[in-house]
T-cell receptor
Framework: RKEVEQDPGPFNVPEGATVAFNCTYS??????FFWYRQDCRKEPKLLMS???SGNEDGRFTAQLNRASQYISLLIRDSKLSDSATYLC?????????FGTGTSLTVIP | ETGVTQSPTHLIKTRGQQVTLRCSSQ?????VSWYQQALGQGPQFIFQ???????GRGNFPPRFSGLQFPNYSSELNVNALELDDSALYLC?????????FGPGTRLTVT
């Protein structure tokens, strides 16, 4: 079983839509959680850390459910510039596990 | 920009050769992690260095080795290159848990 699993998509949504991504992790001892975005042929960029209480940054909201071992990312009012691959990342001990990424395309 | 730099940008090597990739971490960051990203996949954790010591390792064979220097810059060495080693190699620097990535080195093994 993979440490981190994500639906690869693709998600194709119109501008202004709300879209949600989920990610599950296998190790209940995992400590830290993150969402990164990666544009085509570029490096991943930190989008936000994910806290147990949930956190919001503008149009982006991240949630962590430790009991069910999943994290989520909600994007409201999608913009064309949100088109990218979204990677969830889980830290367990001194190792970081990335999902395969979920591809999002926002359509005009 | 993150302030993390990597060199070279691109590299072509032949199977069986050895390669060294370099990474300069963001100022003040004492931890460097290395990742391998194959096309269409998420980055795979190779190892992490903290204050010049290996601090965690993923599921990679011993022919993948590294170093971290007193200024916290780092090298990734890969011996006996195989065709499957062709990938984007990313380094990330951090002070806490949040990592900031460099632009990567694209390695092609022929």
């Amino acid at each position: 079983r993979k440490e981190v699993e994500q639906d690869p998509g693709p998600f194709n949504v119109p501008e202004g839509a709300t879209v949600a991504f989920n990610c599950t992790y296998s190790n209940s001892a995992s400590q830290s959680f993150f969402w990164y975005r990666q544009d085509c042929r570029k490096e991943p960029k930190l989008l936000m850390s994910v806290y147990s209480s949930g956190n919001e940054d503008g149009r982006f909201t991240a949630q962590l459910n430790r009991a069910s071992q999943y994290i989520s990312l909600l994007i409201r009012d999608s913009k064309l510039s949100d088109s990218a691959t979204y990677l969830c990342v889980v830290n367990t001990g001194n190792q970081f596990y990335f999902g395969t990424g979920t591809s999002l395309t926002v359509i005009p | 920009e993150t302030g993390v730099t990597q060199s070279p940008t691109h590299l072509i090597k032949t199977r069986g050769q050895q390669v060294t990739l370099r990474c300069s971490s963001q100022s003040g960051h004492n931890t460097v992690s290395w990742y391998q990203q194959a096309l269409g996949q998420g980055p795979q954790f190779i190892f992490q260095y903290y204050r010049e010591e290996e601090n965690g390792r993923g599921n990679f064979p011993p022919r993948f080795s590294g170093l971290q220097f007193p200024n916290y810059s780092s090298e990734l060495n890969v011996n006996a290159l195989e065709l499957d080693d062709s990938a984007l190699y990313l380094c990330a620097s951090s002070l806490g848990w949040e990592q900031y990535f460099g632009p990567g080195t694209r390695l092609t093994v022929t």
